[in-house]
T-cell receptor, first 111, second 114 residues
Framework: DTGVSQNPRHKITKRGQNVTFRCDPI?????LYWYRQTLGQGPEFLTY????????KSRLLSDRFSAERPKGSFSTLEIQRTEQGDSAMYLC?????????FGPGTRLLVL | GENVGLHLPTLSVQEGDNSIINCAYS??????FIWYKQESGKGPQFIID?????DKRQGQRVTVLLNKTVKHLSLQIAATQPGDSAVYFC?????????????FGPGTSLSVIP
């Protein structure tokens, strides 16, 4: 499978715990995006990497959120001290020339 | 402001009929538009795209129309099938910002009646 992959697909955690998600983009894509999606809404941009450089962060990305792409390949998104409001689908997308291709997402539920 | 919106939040069509999903955008600087299909529990799947220098683009059973005068985008699905049932998002992209920003609309839920 040469598409975007994300792990885990589902995560249930208790409020206050830290969680980390991983995204593996399409191998030749140097641009990688993280989005958050809540029920009934379109994806909302969180952050963007070009190779290993994080070039843009949304105001949605509070201090509890951090993303890395250390070698310009896979990326991780960590949420510290999770809150119930963090419950959402977290989507990763990668882009080569023009179009963003999405992974299946990680659904987070914070109890 | 930045806003991509849809005229109809839900759409029900009979199997075999044609579907039309509409989208309005507000940013004249947008130069690239994409339609995505999202099935329950999955990530958005690319369907078709169109650049602002085009009015129409056709794919397999799908056609996207772009009317820049009224900032309107539509997705036409021919001979709609049960597998087409999903939420459809239009997204607009413009390259003036630092990261070629893509903004998604709220989505239209398409339900195909067998």
């Amino acid at each position: 499978d040469t598409g975007v992959s994300q792990n885990p697909r589902h995560k249930i955690t208790k409020r206050g715990q830290n969680v980390t998600f991983r995204c593996d983009p399409i191998s030749e894509h140097n641009r990688l995006y993280w989005y958050r999606q809540t029920l009934g809404q379109g994806p909302e941009f969180l952050t963007y990497f070009q190779n290993e450089a994080q070039l843009e962060k949304s105001r949605l990305l509070s201090d509890r959120f951090s993303a890395e792409r250390p070698k310009g390949s896979f990326s991780t998104l960590e949420i510290q001290r999770t809150e119930q409001g963090d419950s959402a689908m977290y989507l990763c997308a990668s882009k080569g020339y023009e179009t963003q291709y999405f992974g299946p997402g990680t659904r987070l539920l914070v109890l | 402001g930045e806003n991509v919106g849809l005229h109809l939040p839900t759409l029900s069509v009979q199997e075999g009929d044609n579907s039309i999903i509409n989208c309005a955008y507000s940013n004249s600087a947008s130069d690239y538009f994409i339609w995505y299909k999202q099935e329950s529990g999955k990530g958005p799947q690319f369907i078709i795209d169109i650049r602002s220098n085009m009015d129409k683009r056709q794919g397999q059973r799908v056609t996207v129309l772009l009317n820049k005068t009224v900032k309107h985008l539509s997705l036409q699905i021919a001979a709609t099938q049960p597998g087409d049932s999903a939420v459809y998002f239009c997204a607009e992209n413009w390259a003036e910002t630092s990261y070629d920003k893509v903004i998604f609309g709220p989505g239209t839920s398409l339900s195909v009646i067998p």
